[in-house]
């Protein structure tokens, strides 16, 4: 199964794709949490990075491409995988078809995840990460542990430098402006699959179960 979860900041991407990967065992390649690793590495291309990211604008398209390009190439994506918040840009979009056209692979489904803007802002105002093995929590729809601390290990929770109210709004402009296009991109090569994103994870995941069946 290869799939694009498409959607705004705070649709739900992360937490879909950690129960796509469980379900169908393939890897979540997520772009963000690979910027922030570099970020945290301290290599040059994440101290580049760090920039764009903390102000809520995009990296580059060439430097995620790049990161994309080799991800796509490792052995465990020959049985599918789930990009997750890739694309993000017409360009990376036709990057992507160049990618896979090299590794002779077709994409089998584009989830578009839809959620009120309202929703968004308390879904990431709320978002908890462990600073230890990285499973995401929500204060209200998801809570840790009563101390505080991550419930799988114990873990201090941290909060993400870019889930600040203005930045998140920045986020969400770009996303309206930048990624957007992406939905009637997929639609005319008839990939795109909308999903009311509005319901609880566990009916959020139902949904994308059923569609799939049918990609
Ligand atoms: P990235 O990390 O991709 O962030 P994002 O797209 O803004 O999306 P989020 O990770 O914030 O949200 P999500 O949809 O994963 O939601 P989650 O499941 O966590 O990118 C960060 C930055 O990196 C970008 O701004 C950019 O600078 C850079 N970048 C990354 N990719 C790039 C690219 N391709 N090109 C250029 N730059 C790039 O859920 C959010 C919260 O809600 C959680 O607390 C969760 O528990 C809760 N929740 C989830 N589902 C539900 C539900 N159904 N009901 C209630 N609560 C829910
Ligand atoms: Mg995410
Ligand atoms: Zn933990």
């Known amino acids: 199964m290869k799939i694009i979860l498409l959607g705004p900041p705070g649709a739900g991407k992360g937490t879909q794709a950690a129960m796509l990967m469980d379900k169908f065992s393939i ?7 690979m910027l922030r690793a570099a970020v945290r590495n301290q290599s040059p291309m ?17 430097v995620v491409v790049g990161i994309v390009r080799e991800r796509l190439q490792l052995d465990d994506c020959h049985n599918g995988f789930i990009l997750d918040g890739f694309p993000r840009t017409v360009a990376q979009a036709d990057a992507l078809k ?5 590794l002779d692979q077709n994409l089998d489904c ?44 114990g873990g201090t929770l ?8 203005e930045t998140i709004r920045n986020r969400m402009q770009v ?16 990939l795109l699959q909308v999903v009311n994103g509005m319901q609880d994870m566990k009916a959020v995941q139902q949904s994308i179960l059923t569609l799939l069946q049918g990609c």
């Open 98 to 102: 160049e990618v896979l056209a090299e």
């Open 175 to 190: 996303y309206h402006e930048q990624t957007a296009p992406l939905e009637d991109y997929y639609r005319e090569q008839g």
């Open 27 to 33: 890897p979540q390649i997520s772009t963000g949490d």
């Open 46 to 62: 994440g101290t580049k990075a760090k920039e764009f990211m903390d102000a809520g604008g995009l990296v580059p398209d060439e």
């Open 110 to 153: 584009v989830v578009s995840l839809e959620v009120d803007t309202e929703a968004l802002v308390e879904r990431l105002t709320g978002r908890r990460s462990c600073s230890s093995c990285g499973r995401g929590f929500h204060v209200k729809y998801d809570p840790p542990a009563a101390d505080g601390t991550c419930l799988a290990c």
């Open 158 to 165: 941290l909060q993400r430098d870019d889930d600040q109210e």
